[in-house]
Each structure stands twice: as structure tokens, then as C-alpha cells.
């Protein structure tokens, strides 16, 4: 008897202990909106602050009966999961439905982020009305943490699977030099595009750790490599990329070998940013500054919260960090159809 009620104190508690797996462990906070702090409010949203770890802060929002997370370190946004979420979820009116966020460390580093989403989805009931019924279905959204960036490495509706996914490789993409070139691209042979546009443009480009020649939109497997840049008269480009589960595309101006003024200097400290969406008439806004948006906007380094829309089609949005390269954003609008 002794026995039966240790072993449900220990059910009981230990999501708020550390589940310790070789280095990797596990520590939960609360997502229930009576442990969050109100941080702003009206009659159809609200942006809550929830307990987070470490330096990572936690908001809860909501608006028109959707619910989503963003996090951020300080006062800057480090991932707003307002897209993953409404993308993921199992149907409509996507909300943040679990009472807990887990914390994945490796050591005493946080390295995933994992908590439920739900929507309801639509079931037929054989004999009845053709009006559909309505059911909640979850699933599990898993967010790798990578210090000053995020991104969502995968889904799940298992547990144990979403620790999996949480202690694996997969990390973020270099965000420098290149940004996912289609949304929702998912290769069905396992292979995704790469796309090198230099300045001047007939620059020599190779792959050097592979054996096929370089060619624009050369399709690999997910990995790392080794891209090399040159011509005759502007200094050698390389660097290692990674290609993870999107097409990647980087945008790529040489400086010259006898130039003397840094490339900041020449572009006055700024550079452009351009977004090609389809269907082509979409609305494109830049949400954190005044300026409207236009194809090539000349902006500062920093993060851009960027929307794009169309009536008929799921809003897609996303911060977007321009540091030191021109940025070109390729994406194709979901239709509402197309599941």
C-alpha cells in the first residue's frame, strides 16, 4: 500500500522536477493563464507573460479566439510562433492548449523548447445532417533554442517522440546568409534546392566538399556545406552553410580585392530587402516601422517583422534579422484549400 501511494506522489509531481536522461533533462513551467502576468489587454486580445528559465521570457498571446507564443530575451523577440502555430494546429481556431512548456537542457543549457497546440477539427457523422461536428486534436510543437535565435524543428503528438526530436541534431539554418526560399516546402525526395546569386554574376561557385559541379537550385540531402565564391579582381567568399528542410537561397555581393572602404560604408550602413510572394498582387508590410514596404526597401541591420497577405489565402508571417547581406525572401501563400 506503502508502495501504491509513492509511486502516485511521484506521477503527481515530477512534471516540475528535472526527468534526467543521460545530460539531457527536462524542467516544466506553467502556462495557465492564472500564473502568467497581464501585460496588455482589449476586448478581443491579450499578451500575458508567463514564467520562463533562464534568460528566455515567455508571452502568452491571443486574438479572435487564437492563441500563440512568442519568446524573447530582454525586449527582443528572439521567435513569434503566431505562424507555426496556426500552421501546425490539427484544425481550426489554433490555440496554445497545454497547462505546461518543457524545457530540454542539455547540461545546465536549455537547448528545445516543447509545449501543446490544438484545434478542432472537422468529422462527418455517418447518417446524420452534412453539417460537420467539431472534435479538439493536439499536438506537440518543438522549438530549438539557439541563444539570440529559434526555430521549430518538428511536431509531434508523442512525448517521448518530441524529446527525441528536442535532443537531436537538427539545428536552426545560418540565418546570415540565407532564409527558407518557399514556405511550407516539403521535398518529397529528401532533397531541397540551393541557389547562390552573386554580384558581379558570372562569379566562379562551388560546392567543395561534394563531388557534382555547382548549378543553380542543385538538389542535396540536409547537411552542411562548403560554398566557395570567387572572381578575377573581388576577394574570395566562403563559408559553410547548412540546409536542413527548406530550399536555401543567398544572396551574395562580392567586394572588390582593392577596396579600401568596408561594404557597410559603401551601402551607407544599409541593405535590401525583398520579398517575392505568390500569388504576386499579395499585401507585404514591414509591422515595426513606419516606412512602407517596397521590393529592395534599403534598411539598418536588425530584426523586421514582416506579414504577407491575400484574401484567400493564410497569412504568413515572420521576423526576418538582416545583418550584413542583401535579403531575398521566396515564399509561396498557402490557400485556405490546401491543407
Request: charged share 25%; aromatic share 10%; hydrophobic share 35%.
Amino acid at each position: 500500500m506503502k508502495l501504491f501511494y509513492m509511486v502516485v506522489l511521484i506521477l503527481t509531481i515530477s512534471p516540475f522536477l528535472y526527468a534526467k536522461d543521460s545530460n539531457y533533462s527536462s524542467v516544466y513551467t506553467s502556462l495557465k493563464l492564472k500564473d502568467c502576468q497581464a501585460v496588455d489587454s482589449s476586448d478581443r486580445s491579450y499578451s500575458q507573460e508567463c514564467p520562463g528559465k533562464e534568460n528566455y521570457r515567455v508571452f502568452h498571446e491571443s486574438g479572435d479566439t487564437r492563441s500563440w507564443l512568442v519568446i524573447k530575451k530582454g525586449d527582443d523577440v528572439v521567435i513569434d510562433l503566431f505562424q507555426p502555430v496556426m500552421q501546425n494546429a490539427p484544425g481550426k481556431f489554433a490555440r496554445v492548449s497545454g497547462k505546461v512548456a518543457e524545457w530540454r537542457y542539455q547540461g545546465k543549457t536549455p537547448i528545445a523548447l516543447i509545449f501543446r497546440i490544438a484545434g478542432n477539427g472537422e468529422i462527418f457523422l455517418s447518417g446524420k445532417s452534412q453539417q460537420p461536428s467539431y472534435e479538439t486534436k493536439t499536438t506537440l510543437l518543438v522549438v530549438r533554442l539557439e541563444g539570440e535565435k529559434a526555430c521549430v524543428i518538428g511536431t509531434t503528438t508523442s512525448n517521448l517522440k518530441a524529446k527525441k526530436i528536442a535532443d537531436g541534431q537538427q539545428m536552426c539554418h545560418s540565418g546570415r546568409v540565407s532564409l527558407p526560399s518557399k514556405q511550407d516546402t516539403k521535398a518529397k525526395d529528401g532533397l531541397y534546392s540551393l541557389t547562390v546569386k552573386t554580384e558581379p554574376a558570372n562569379s566562379i561557385i562551388k560546392v567543395m566538399n561534394i563531388i557534382p559541379k555547382y548549378q543553380a537550385g542543385i538538389r542535396l540531402k540536409p547537411g552542411k556545406y562548403d560554398i566557395l565564391v570567387k572572381r578575377k579582381g573581388y576577394k574570395t567568399w566562403r563559408k559553410w552553410v547548412k540546409i536542413v528542410d527548406f530550399d536555401l537561397v543567398i544572396d551574395l555581393p562580392l567586394e572588390r580585392s582593392d577596396s579600401k572602404v568596408p561594404p557597410s560604408k559603401v551601402n551607407n550602413g544599409l541593405y535590401s530587402l525583398t520579398v517575392k510572394a505568390k500569388p504576386a498582387n499579395s499585401t507585404i508590410k514591414i509591422m515595426n516601422i513606419r516606412p512602407k514596404y517596397q521590393a529592395g526597401i534599403r534598411l539598418k541591420p536588425g530584426k523586421y517583422d514582416i506579414l504577407v497577405k491575400r484574401k484567400g489565402y493564410k497569412t504568413w508571417r515572420k521576423w526576418v534579422k538582416i545583418i550584413d547581406i542583401d535579403l531575398e525572401i521566396d515564399l509561396k501563400l498557402r490557400s485556405y484549400g490546401n491543407k
